[in-house]
């Protein structure tokens, strides 16, 4: 049987670093036995300008149907003034809600060869290696009512709501205690609850879970010492689990801990296994078209898909490694690039990656 995967390039550096992606499934065809079929679809700016929407039926359809999708990245300055539905950001938020895509998953890891990437010292970074799990389809993002109104004196507010209910903590508590238990045992969630309600219950429930997985070991901390805890000693967690609105901004403060936000892939999962899976990093405007942007994020996002729905565990193994040493190999896009490096294009970077896959030994 052959695996249904949905490409989603989407605006700006989006067609450049899915194309990179597109070779190395095409590659896993050609030389590794996977059986995989491609399709194509609009998500974001793109499908505002194709098809007046950016999450259009037509890629809803092609979405239900697939096994798994891959993104590039959505949203773009020409896009910023028109009407709020309509922006691409909206787009990802709605397929996220479509799908049932509660569950997304973050690694930031630090590959050996870019410690003296990051901000912090290679000391406080050597060996990270952190799991977030954001619950993705609730909370803030998502909570009724929201908007902007009138009030009766004349001043215009705006306002959300920040709700979650024990379904919603249970099923994202579930999804992360199992990663803990699949990794090092150690569960740190995330809240506010010294102020807010909805917060709380998160942690009431997360709380009740744990008496079952008495192998993970769990914590809990407020979001404001969790950030700073994260630029303090990152290296203390494994896995942090969090609402959306906290593990949006954590995870970017994670990822630029490993040297480039343009590393970090993740996944973002629905119940049974189907998932979108996308570079962190954003679609980067500046740098659209120019074979500049690191396709890696994207590659390695390619081997979450690989590991998390399509079963092809062992490939995604060998993706990770030949990442892995084509960075140890020197091989530098501009964003990693160190004083005295020459860095290397997109395309350039896909190739290395697909000659290192090919020379793997067994
Ligand atoms: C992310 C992004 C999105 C989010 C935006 C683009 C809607 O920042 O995936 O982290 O806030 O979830
Ligand atoms: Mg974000």
Aim: proline share 4%.
């Amino acid at each position: 049987m052959s695996h249904k995967v949905l490409m989603l390039p989407g605006d700006h550096i989006g067609p450049d670093i899915v194309a990179e992606a597109d070779r190395l499934l095409h590659c896993l065809a050609d030389d590794f036995g996977l059986r995989v079929e491609l399709e194509y679809a609009h998500l974001g700016g793109c499908a505002v300008d194709a098809e007046g929407q950016p999450f259009p039926e037509s890629t809803r359809a092609l979405a239900q149907a697939s096994d798994a999708m891959l993104l590039g990245a959505v949203g773009g300055p020409e896009w910023d003034a028109i009407e709020r539905d309509k922006r691409p950001e909206r787009g990802l938020l709605a397929i996220r809600e479509a799908l049932g895509l509660f569950a997304n998953l973050r690694p930031a890891m630090l590959f050996p060869a870019l410690a003296e990437a990051s901000s912090l010292r290679a000391d406080v970074v050597a060996g990270l290696d952190i799991l977030i799990v954001r619950e993705l389809t609730g909370g803030i993002y998502f909570g009724q009512p929201r908007g902007i109104r009138t009030r009766d004196d004349g001043l215009r507010e705006g306002f959300n709501t920040l709700v979650y209910n024990t379904d919603e903590i249970e099923r994202i508590g579930h999804a992360a205690f199992a990663a803990a238990s699949r990794r090092q045992g150690q569960l740190c969630s995330v809240d506010k609850a010294n102020v807010l309600e909805s917060s709380e219950l998160w942690r009431e429930v997360m709380t009740d879970l744990s008496a079952q997985y008495p192998q993970v070991e769990l914590s809990h901390l407020y979001v404001d010492n969790a950030a700073m805890q994260l630029v303090r000693s990152p290296k203390q967690f494994d896995v942090m689990v969090t609402g959306n609105l906290f593990g949006d901004i954590l995870s970017d403060c994670a990822a630029m801990l490993t040297g480039s936000i343009g590393m970090l892939p993740s996944a973002a999962l629905d119940a049974n296994g189907r998932g979108l899976y996308e570079p962190v990093h954003g679609s980067a405007p500046d740098i659209s078209g120019q074979d500049r942007a690191n396709p890696l994020a994207t590659l390695l996002s390619v081997a979450m898909m690989l590991r998390h729905s399509l079963a092809e565990g062992a490939l995604a193994d060998r993706v990770e490694r030949a990442v892995e040493a084509v960075l140890a190999q020197g091989w530098r896009t501009a964003d990693l690039a160190a004083v005295g490096d020459t860095p290397v294009g997109t395309r350039a970077m896909g190739d290395a990656v697909i000659a290192a896959l090919r020379a793997q030994a067994d």
